[in-house]
């Protein structure tokens, strides 16, 4: 049974660092692509950031456009796992972040996720 497990969410300040990992279990990876939605009270899930798993596809990053000049995603295929690092945080940053993979990017752009994590929250105070 696959697994994603969320972790480095918490309360930080506006301004700050946070990364998150994403750990997945019961399968490796291989194939397909791995990224980050966030979803805030009373609105819908958002795509953040996807990112190939195979290392032939060179693991290029995708990101929505309004994360990616303060987002980043990576992955290591070693560890099984993805990160998002967000650097510059903002309060309106504040949402439960998911981890999710998929059959490729494009996909998961579109929310048609195979697996969710259970998501990790990020709160940024001001």
């Known amino acids: 049974q696959v697994q994603l497990v969320e972790s480095g969410g918490g309360l930080v300040q506006t301004g700050d660092s946070l990364r998150l990992s994403c750990a997945a279990s019961?399968?490796?990876?291989?194939?397909?692509?791995m990224g980050w939605f966030r979803q805030t009270p009373g609105k819908e899930r958002e795509f953040v950031a996807a990112i190939y798993v195979s290392l032939w596809r060179g693991g290029t990053p995708h990101y929505s456009d309004s994360f990616k000049d303060r987002f980043t995603i990576s992955r290591d295929n070693v560890k099984n796992a993805v990160y998002l690092q967000m650097n510059s945080l903002k309060r309106e940053d504040t949402a439960v972040y998911y981890c999710?993979?998929?059959?490729?990017?494009?996909?998961?752009?579109?929310?048609?996720?195979?697996?969710w994590g259970q998501g990790i929250q990020v709160t940024v105070s001001s």
């Open positions: 999710a993979t998929g059959i490729n990017v494009d996909l998961l752009t579109r929310g048609l996720a195979d697996y």
């Open positions: 019961g399968r490796t990876f291989t194939s397909g692509a």
